[in-house]
């Protein structure tokens, strides 16, 4: 596939630019990083774009920042509200309280009591449901009928993905020509603002996403053109169980040259390697995108490839256990 | 203490910059990172020198290569020799491969398969020997005797503590001035590089170390004038269970400000800071700087802080054994 940028699309490489402008003052400029023995391994330059030292630890902020940024004073007045326990939850929650904002998450009332102080502890308001999928967008409903909270989609919204997209600007402005960047893909909001960043500031340059195998609804609803639900997704890259929407459905469609499908073992092999060798501490998600390249070595050897680790959000606890000493 | 740096002293500010001449090429300059939650925690700026990021995982590099290339040619023509498991086998490995020197590490046979590997991955050719440090000392004088090798210590030695240094100057070249700078110690070289460094560089700099109360005998021996061996250290800063030599002795007896003891709990709770809000995999060695940060917290507020992470190397096994996959 070979696709020029056209801008008549719903966002553009100028969006991407002015959501960068919008948020630069409270974002990171996160660092790019490389290694040796990834270089010998993938037989590629590989340039990190490392989203896992972005506030709240996670790609999602950006997005959600310029979302709130992007609030009429009146809605801005009102607050927001979103349902997850995941990094959004937090981004949002940041964000929101950056601006002066209130934020309210909707969470399953079984959520670990960690996530939920973490979204606290950034001033959001927590309001706890049943744990169902029916609940939480109920429960989500109720506020916004009420208090006219306005809701925030995790990614199927042209302001999240203009914010994600200021990663791969960010990379390509500090690293670029690239041949080709990798991101993985879920709902599909990173991966549509990487396509439109990277389209954009270089036309000739492919971008590849990693799915893992067992979460495979966008390959499947890129191959058949239709919105596959996410089913009973059994990966450990708990980013990427999410579906795609339509926006995110449609992006995708016009402008990704491939989705790699990853196994299980590929993405804790890939993630070890991050930790291991270059001492970064990553989701599964946020590994995915290397056990796409290492799988596409043979055709990606010596070029020069981006690569976006997506989070470094992963619970210690077990790590940690080893360490709890008898006294002191 | 306020301490003026002579020249005179066994090394130098000088030093330190020839040996960053010397293996700039070959080492990282390693990238500083900060976070806003540490410098709300310490009251500080707080910039972190990340050594986890140097190559072989650790700063024990700049040393051993400092020391190879120092090396006249017929040193060169016989080859190195050491005894160690830690970072300093691996980190002496490296650095003779790369300058084209043979490189013998003597290890007890018992030692974990994964170091082996890893040490003879960087080229080493490895003699094993008996699990005390007697057969270990012997073995080794005994390829020096047979052989000529040139025995490589792994801290009491000005080309080592010179090449330590440079991670400190670097720090102050690219972030200086400082209020003070914090290093771990244990054998001392670090610490004493640190002090030439810093205390070369910026006169009025104070300069700190951290020591883990179970492992106090560099906090002993300076009050006391004298070197007491590190008996039975029982401390998870594996780094740390050495004493001081006569030369780190000595320069750390003349500059250093202060050494302030932290608990094994100090220590874990400092390292998950930086796991978990910094995204950096720091062995537990590498947290005891911010532990000693976290503790003199009401007497550093409001200065600018520089602190060493000196390496990387923790076993990661516990952690992974969570994602053993039954298929795939």
């Not at 969470?107 to 939480?136: D, H, Q």
């Not at 809701?151 to 914010?163: F, K, T």
């Not at 036309?203 to 979460?215: L, M, R």
Request: proline content about 3%.
């Amino acid at each position: 596939m070979n696709h020029i940028f056209n801008n008549s699309n719903m966002v553009s490489l100028e969006d991407v630019k002015a959501a960068h402008e919008r948020i630069k003052e409270y974002t990171v400029h996160t660092p790019v990083m490389t290694s040796t023995t990834i270089d010998k391994l993938t037989g590629c330059t590989v340039f990190f774009k490392c989203e896992n030292y972005q506030r709240v630890g996670a790609f999602k902020f950006r997005g959600a920042l310029n979302t709130v940024a992007l609030l009429s004073e009146e809605e801005k007045m009102r607050g927001v509200v979103t349902h997850s326990s995941g990094n959004h939850a937090q981004a949002l929650s940041l964000a929101a309280s950056l601006l002066g904002v209130k934020a309210t998450i909707v969470m399953p009332e079984n959520s670990p009591l960690v996530k939920v102080n973490a979204t606290r502890g950034y001033g959001a308001n927590i309001v706890f449901c049943e744990n169902n999928v029916n609940s939480r967008v109920e429960t989500a409903n109720n506020l916004v009928d009420e208090h006219g909270y306005t809701l925030v989609h995790p990614y199927n919204d042209e302001r999240i993905i203009a914010g994600a997209g200021t990663a791969a600007l960010e990379l390509l402005e500090d690293y670029g020509p690239l041949d080709s960047i990798i991101a993985p893909v879920g709902g599909g909001g990173l991966l549509s603002g990487t396509l439109v960043a990277a389209k954009g500031y270089t036309p000739s340059i492919q971008v590849f996403a990693g799915e893992p195998e067992n979460a495979d609804d966008a390959f499947r609803s890129l191959r058949d053109g239709v919105i596959y639900p996410s089913e009973k997704p059994d990966t450990i890259a708990d980013g990427l169980r999410t579906s795609l929407g339509d926006i995110t459905f449609s992006i995708i469609s016009k402008y990704v040259d491939r989705i790699i499908l990853v196994s299980e073992k590929e993405i804790v092999s890939a993630m070890r390697l991050l930790w291991e060798r270059m001492k970064l501490v990553v989701e599964p998600s946020g590994a995915v995108s290397l056990a796409a390249a290492l799988k596409m070595k043979d055709e990606l050897a010596g070029t020069r490839i981006g690569i976006i680790i997506s989070g470094g959000n992963v619970d210690l606890e077990r790590f940690f256990k080893q360490y709890k000493l008898s006294s002191g």
